[in-house]
Each structure stands twice: as C-alpha cells, then as structure tokens.
C-alpha cells in the first residue's frame, strides 16, 4: 500500500524571529512512518519541523505552515490507497507578518490571527480523496464524543485518540495508549506501549 502522513507542528511566523506553533515533537508520526516501511508499505511523510531523523526508504517533504502543508497533502494524497493525518496543525496563523523584528516596547502587543485551512477535513470533499482515511485526536477531556464527532465532521474511516491531559503519555513522550473510533462504530483501544508498538498495531489493524 501507499501511505501518506501528516507530522509535527507547523510554524506560523509572526515577525523573522518568533512564531506560533503548537507542542507536538513528531514522534508518533515519525513512529508511523518507522512501522508502515517495516510491513513493507511504501511511505510520503509530510513533516513540519521536527528534530527527528527520519527513517531510511521514505520520500519526506518538508514544510513549515499549515498553507505549505495544505498544498503538499493536495498535492501527492491522491498517489496513495490511505492517508493518515498526524500533524499537530496550527489552527490559526497571524494575518499581517511584520517583515521587520516587532519592538517590544509596549506593554501589550495584539496579534488578528486568521483561521488555517482544516487539511483532513478538506481530504474528501476538496482533494476528492476516496482511499482510507485516519485523523489523530488529540484531546484534553469527553474523548469519546469528541473523537466520533470528528470522525463524522472529517468523513474519516477511523479516528485515533489520545488523552493528552496524562503526563505518562502524549507530548513529547515514547509512549502512548489510544483509542481507534471507527466508521462502523467500534471503538479498540491499544494499552500503553511505545510509540513503535503503538503504530504497528494501528498499521496493521487499519490496513
Ligand atoms: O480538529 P482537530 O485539529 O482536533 O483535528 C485533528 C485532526 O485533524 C488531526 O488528524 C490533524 O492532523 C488534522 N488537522 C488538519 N488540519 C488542520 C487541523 C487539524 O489536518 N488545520
């Protein structure tokens, strides 16, 4: 199979030096990447920046904003059977990029963000992709109803969530435990393991 998958943040700029961004090391994407070589799939990973190596055999593209990425995803998702979006993508970007570094010299500084595009949410409808599609949840409290709500709002096949209020798990960590929601309504959760376990079992239970 061809996957494609989205990882890391995305940078927003807000003048030459600062950013906004969002807490997602790339690991659990990276780990997806890893486990879909190693069952003999043939892997597109779309990363923003991380500082992870990635794994030997994939074609990696590398982009900084939720626009480069939107494009990038529109651009290669149709050359694959299934698409998993892992990426912690900004939700808004700043509206007017100073070109200059902002002075700090008042006390306040107001910031008019515009909204990102949704990319999984645009896979169906505006990319025309009709291959398996998986979005990531990442959510801090009413997992369950969050995760089907997304599910059906982002006309996924399966969404995987995770409860990122744990400190055990999530950010920034080697482990993970998650929940796979899928579109025929079962819910399978995966016990705490690596990232690496975490994946092979999603790969393999997705594909
Ligand atoms: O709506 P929320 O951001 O929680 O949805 C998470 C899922 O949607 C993840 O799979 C994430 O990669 C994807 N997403 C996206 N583009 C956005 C926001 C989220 O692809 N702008």
Sequence with gaps: MRILI???PTREPIDPVRYLSNRSSGKM????????IALGHEVTLISGPVSIEPPEGIEIIRVETADKMFDAVKAKINDGDMAIFCAAVSDYRVADIADEKIKKDSNTLTLTLIKNPDILGSAR???????????????TENIDTNAREKLERKDCDFIVANDVSRSDIGFDRDANEVVIYSKDGSAT????????????QIIERIS
């Design 6 to 8: 989205t990882a890391g």
């Design 29 to 36: 994407g990276y780990a997806l990447a890893k486990q879909a």
């Design 125 to 139: 409808k505006d990319f025309g992709f009709s291959g398996t599609l998986v979005g990531f949840a990442a959510e």
């Design 189 to 200: 959760r995966l016990e705490l393991a690596s990232k690496d376990e975490i994946s092979r």
